[in-house]
């Protein structure tokens, strides 16, 4: 199904300073020169900072002056076409973090995919900075890069009967796999007219396309694998943790805005709502993409794994890895609370 141009832009404002210009070259004084100026022309060698001020227009014009250039950028939503292989790749080739896979057959799936899935770009003919996208399990099986993806994040599960419970999910009828890849510092603000658009999709592809594919749109469960953090300082005594020192990665006290949520290694995002419960011993969980905080909250089951090859602190947000298996009845609680915390101008 043909889509236009979907209506949500998230408008993100980045201030780049101007350079100040540089100061002129002063010829230097001779000795009389020097003798006779005093005080006042060693002052002004010595500040190399500022530029000569030449007349008194150009000190009354520099308070006026905004230090600042705003850019505005536009972030658009398309269905995935042909000329998306190439940006799409590059999202994708790590999506089992380094562990080889048939990612092109991948990318060619999910651009035949023409009902359901959307990426995200900063212009009509830019790369792609995001994709979001589900496939039906079943539908595509046989496919290699599917295989390769179950079996990774099975055998990255540790619980026996946690792991059965997620194979018997991953071959029933009716379970999708969310690909949710983008760049980490787009704007969070992308996230609820992302999920909007792929559940939206969904309901549209079971009424209008044909009766034989609207049944690899008819799902009861997803899987999603998704990146976090985990924070080894959280939960100490504040002594511990001040003593850790600031590049320890214990996110500062007090409330979070929305910018800080695109800087998952420096800072937690702590948000209002419901929160996944943890138990004692696990990791606590640092979100890199908003959504999947809700998602997580509304799982059937979970289970986190460490990323290899990555060397980071001890005291480092340490990457890991998030499965989740998420009933598809759960969904609307999850996009509720998504919107209510970030805000979503697609629905507005």
Known sequence: MDK???AAEAEQE???PQHEPE???EEEPSE???SEGGSEDSS???DDSAPEVSDEQDDEDSPDEDPFDQINVDFQFFDPKESDFHGLKALLHTYLDGQQYDSSPLVDTIIAQASVGTVVRTGEDEDPIAVMTVLNTQQHKQAGFLQQIRQYVLGKCKDAALKDKLAKAWDAPGTGLIINERLVNCPPQLAPPLVQALFDEVGWATEDE???VRDHYKFKQY?????????PLAGQPAAAAAAAGPSAGKPPAGPKSKKQQQQPQQQAKKQKGEQPAQQPGTPHIVYVRPEDEFFHAQAAAAFTFPVEGRAVGKDELQPLRLVLLL???????ARKALDAVVGNMAAQ
């Not at 899987?223 to 924070?231: A, C, G, K």
């Not at 009933?327 to 609680?333: D, G, L, M, Q, R």
């Open 14 to 16: 980045q201030q780049q």
């Open 210 to 212: 044909p009766q034989d």
């Open 4 to 6: 236009e141009q979907q």
């Open 327 to 333: 009933p598809a009845s759960k969904v609307p609680a």
């Open 44 to 46: 002004s060698e010595g």
């Open 23 to 25: 100061a002129e070259e």
């Open 32 to 34: 009389d020169e020097s």
């Open 223 to 231: 899987l999603l694998l998704t990146r976090v953090y985990s924070d």
